[in-house]
DNA sequence: CAGCGCTATGGAAACGTTTTCAGATGATTT
DNA sequence: AAATCATCTGAAAACGTTTCCATAGCGCTG
């Protein structure tokens, strides 16, 4: 590998001179500057990173500890803050699968001295409290977390609000008897959309029954396998909120082969509104989430308390959950829609925007 | 931030030992080791990456380059790197939204001294020979290149010989005249799989045709889209290949609203099998790729040329695609299925297997 | 022409590790 | 008691940068 000193050597220069040219500083003579780019494009040149991250003791880089990456909603995690981070020229050094604070704690550390800053992803309960007592010096952004943690920002998604705003639309439909298929156990967006669902039936004076609360996991078998437990249940429900979109699409194909007709014996509505929501039968109600601005977020108030203006306060954000109608909840039947909208023109953004 | 000098400090003895320390290195008495552990944990120190790969010049980092995220097919890559990587005690730093070569390039350049090897995936055709051309020198795996690169290894995935056993299956069920809807221009994946889709076609001694083969971009609404075109083409066809399966939802959607039956009147067939695949309705036929596999092996590959037995000899390797059927095809009636299987139960796992 | 300020450049000291080499200590052998 | 040896530890030199400080050259001003 060649370094500042043969590119020095090579174009005649101190490597204090490389370093220059490479930094762009202004007080390089113009024809030096030439020599020293010529040479370093001979000898294919480029400063090495972790040499100057020990000088500088900045890295450009951004360290992500996610519990997971399987599914949309990682994927979307993920790409909001690369956009973000490219665009202010930072790279993105990842770590998934950590299941608890010792896990991610030891993660973080492996990272230390590669990375400016940190977003952390603490799925479960009381995991933000704890890493933040073995983390607390550095510069680190969570999301989603349970609680506000103290003394770092945070940015989340208003599951809370959306679930309860998906739970009360079907109320307002009319239904009285409405199940749900809850997230994995553990789990801070699936307990909270929960708690949005718990609380729509308490604000509309009806009552929670653990036999309406299927078990799942955010998989579309989980949502599969709550259709027997569904059309078990006594009274039978006649609408059903999954936790995730996932989940809507798997109850949506186990009503089908069972032979239960969406929306007119079981409405179903979603959480995420995924691409796939709209090519569904019938089409996915679902409530809408920019999980790529989550991310985006993310990466924008790291960079702040990170940045050259010094430590910024922290900050705590949350994104809005929006329901968006579809058929599948029974609000709109498919004959009162303008079929030509819905065909093959732009029906497909229609309900995008 | 504390140093290993602080360390040395606090428990007593030189830099060298806490560096021993820290590294497993036997030859430290039990005592000695004792005391330093103690004055890490109590001053909470950690060796900074940094310069520990300055002077070591090994990173435990692998430099990931992606075209793109968005969407199952790369976060399923990035799954099953970050799954091998994390086996192997190495961490991904990643970098998307890399159109052309030139970007890949300087890219790259700003990882040197951050990474160990990259895995590049170059979905345009030629990106990878560019690519090669001035990154020779460095340890690297492609993705799905479009030609087997010189001197280096690659991992694809057969999209040939998956788009042609989709057609062949359509043309066995009697199908004569068959659409396409392509993916994007100039992507590799989309070209291969177009390719197999007229591998196909000629081999039954059918004519291709511009009017079969529609335009799309990998998209839900890139699927919507496409049904004017499949319906307006003269003769109609009865049967159509999407290049991936957000498409083919598309498909399904827009031809559900236009009153075409599926797979009575119009057969679909999709690729990826991605999870809700067979939570549309009807079920979705389409071809099975381990696109986490995929990223498994990069990492492995790269794993092997990297690691301490020196550069082993540079490999190619092919991941079969596999047509799963089900119900969009039109060979299995959904009647002629055991009900109760494809009910609640294990469903589900039934055509995963 | 002495003195001054400005610009372009070089020398050298950091940055925080790992690792080689040598030395100290104490135990064992002759 | 001297010699050998094994074991543990420390001093110091890398690794490839950035950056502070110094200085050489040069055109102005007075």
């Known amino acids: 590998m060649t370094t500042i000193r043969d590119v020095a050597r090579a174009a005649g220069v101190s490597i204090a001179t490389v370093s220059r040219v490479f930094n762009g500083n202004p007080r390089v003579g113009e024809d030096t500057a030439l020599r020293v780019w010529d040479a370093a494009g001979e000898l294919d040149y480029w400063p090495n990173g972790a040499a100057r991250s020990l000088t500088t003791s900045r890295t450009q880089t951004l360290g992500v500890l996610l519990p997971d990456l399987y599914g949309d909603f990682f994927s979307e995690v993920i790409r909001g803050i690369d956009q973000a981070a490219r665009r202010a020229h930072f790279q993105i050094l990842l770590s998934s699968s950590h299941a608890d604070p010792i896990e991610i704690v030891a993660a973080a550390r492996a990272m230390r001295g590669r990375v400016d800053g940190l977003i952390i992803m603490a799925s479960d309960?009381?995991?933000?409290?704890?890493?933040?007592?073995?983390?607390?010096?550095?510069?680190?952004?969570?999301?989603?977390?349970?609680?506000?943690?103290?003394?770092?920002?945070?940015?989340?998604?208003?599951?809370?609000?959306?679930?309860?705003?998906?739970?009360?639309?079907l109320i307002a439909l009319g239904h009285r008897v409405i199940a749900t298929v809850r997230g994995p156990e553990?789990?801070?967006?699936?307990?909270?959309?929960?708690?949005?669902?718990?609380?729509a039936l308490a604000g509309a004076g009806l009552s929670a029954s653990p036999q309406l609360e299927l078990p799942g996991d955010f998989t579309e078998t989980a949502g599969f396998r709550a259709v027997s437990g569904l059309l078990a249940a006594v009274p039978r429900p006649t609408a059903v909120f999954a936790a995730n979109d996932a989940m809507a699409a798997g109850l949506l194909g186990g009503l089908r082969d069972?032979?239960?007709?969406?929306?007119?014996?079981?409405?179903?509505?979603g959480f995420d509104d995924i691409g796939v929501a709209r090519c569904l039968t019938p089409p996915?109600?679902?409530?809408?989430?920019?999980?790529?601005?989550?991310?985006?977020?993310?990466?924008?108030?790291?960079?702040?308390?990170?940045?050259?203006?010094?430590?910024?306060?922290?900050r705590r954000e949350v994104l809005p959950a929006r329901l968006v109608l579809r058929e599948s909840c029974g609000c709109r039947s498919r004959t009162e829609l303008p079929v030509l909208a819905r065909g093959a023109g732009d029906s497909g953004e229609r309900d995008r925007i």
Chains 1, 2 share one sequence.
Do not use: K, W
């Open 258 to 269: 069972a032979g239960v007709a969406v929306p007119g014996e079981m409405a179903v509505v």
């Open 186 to 199: 553990g789990n801070i967006d699936a307990e909270e959309r929960l708690g949005g669902y718990r609380d």
């Open 125 to 169: 309960r009381g995991t933000a409290e704890a890493v933040l007592g073995f983390l607390g010096r550095q510069p680190l952004v969570f999301l989603n977390p349970y609680l506000d943690p103290d003394g770092c920002s945070a940015v989340s998604i208003d599951n809370r609000a959306g679930g309860r705003s998906a739970v009360e639309h």
């Open 284 to 314: 996915l109600t679902s409530v809408r989430v920019d999980v790529c601005e989550l991310g985006r977020r993310a990466v924008q108030l790291l960079l702040e308390t990170v940045g050259p203006d010094g430590p910024a306060p922290c």
